[in-house]
């Protein structure tokens, strides 16, 4: 399924980022850091012919020691991906996107003696995938 890799796309191309978004856990060998990544996931629901409505939580991880950089671009993508109209779609046609919901707004969650601090928020997607009989 291609959903991290269509969400980290938009998100780097259509939100201004001080630094570009990656797929990853933080590093804390470069100063600002943005990371994405996923936790565990739901099946909502599945039909008997094997297709699903899960929900996945995604989470988006920075660290500055700019703490107005890190609210003014954590802010940016919350508002980005909370739009009415936010769409993704799959280039594999792995998922249909249903709907995504903000689930925390940014919040800090640690900080250092170098005076780096990390930022979190959470967010929750709803996709459909159709059960395909692999050969």
């Known amino acids: 399924m291609d959903l991290k890799d269509r969400l980290t796309d938009c ?3 259509n939100v201004d980022l ?17 990371r994405i990544y996923d936790l565990p996931s739901t099946v909502i629901d599945e039909d008997y ?8 939580i995604f989470e988006i991880a920075m ?7 890190i609210n003014q671009t954590l802010w940016n993508i919350s508002k980005y991906i909370s739009e009415y109209d936010f769409n993704l779609v799959s280039q594999n046609d ?11 707004f940014p919040h800090i ?11 979190l928020f959470d967010f929750k997607i709803t996709v459909d995938t159709t059960y395909k009989e692999s050969d």
């Not at 249909?96 to 689930?103: A, G």
């Open 109 to 119: 969650v640690s900080a250092d003696t170098e005076g780096n601090v990390v930022y």
């Open 18 to 34: 001080p630094v570009k978004l990656y797929q990853s856990y933080m590093t804390n060998k470069t100063s600002p850091e943005l």
């Open 49 to 56: 012919a094997g297709n699903r409505t899960e929900e996945f």
């Open 94 to 104: 792995s998922f249909s996107f249903n709907k995504l919901e903000v689930t925390t």
């Open 11 to 13: 998100i780097n191309d």
């Open 63 to 69: 660290r500055s020691n700019d703490e107005e950089l």
